[in-house]
């Protein structure tokens, strides 16, 4: 980091958040809950078995957000940080393709601006689910590229 580092904070939030992933490192069980040598009620099973999805989840998540914060700690050193790959993808330059202080604050490892997260999130539940016809169609080569307003209708 450069002592102008206009990022500097972000960067002490991702370094802190990849050590606090690396100490997490998937511990958390549920115990003894309902288990009783193999007996115990149909209740009993169903907590067990939704406390183990729940945990499931989380690591899940706790990967996926360890992955996120790799990939921006790459993007400082390759002096790419904070800027959205959905506008570099388009063909914007640099200079175009920040992503706004405001969303780093919240989201230190964020790879897209607001828009183009929310084109890649439609994209990726639309191949995910084609049932929800309120989804609107983005095609996956970005051959339709919605606008802000688009978005917002479709979403709001």
Not at 45 to 56: K, R, T, V, W
Not at 107 to 120: F, I, M, S
Request: some cysteine; aromatic content about 4%; hydrophobic content about 35%.
């Amino acid at each position: 980091m450069t002592p102008n580092n206009p990022y500097k904070k972000q960067h002490e939030r991702l370094f802190a958040l990849e050590a606090e992933l690396a100490q997490s490192n998937g511990t958390a069980t549920v115990g003894n809950l309902g288990d009783h040598g193999g007996e115990g009620d149909v209740a009993d099973l169903a907590l067990q078995e939704s406390a183990l999805e729940m945990i499931g989840r989380d690591h899940e998540a706790r990967e996926e957000q360890r992955a996120a914060v790799a990939v921006a700690i790459e993007k400082i050193a390759d002096n790419t940080y904070g800027l959205c790959e959905g506008c570099l993808a388009e063909g914007k330059s640099k200079g175009k393709s920040k992503i706004p202080k405001a969303r780093l604050n919240a989201l230190p490892y964020a790879r897209n601006c607001a828009p183009c997260q929310t084109k890649e999130e439609l994209r990726s539940k639309q191949a995910g689910n084609d049932n929800d016809d309120w989804y609107p169609q983005v095609a996956a080569d970005n051959s339709h590229t919605m606008s802000t307003e688009e978005l917002r209708a479709h979403v709001i």
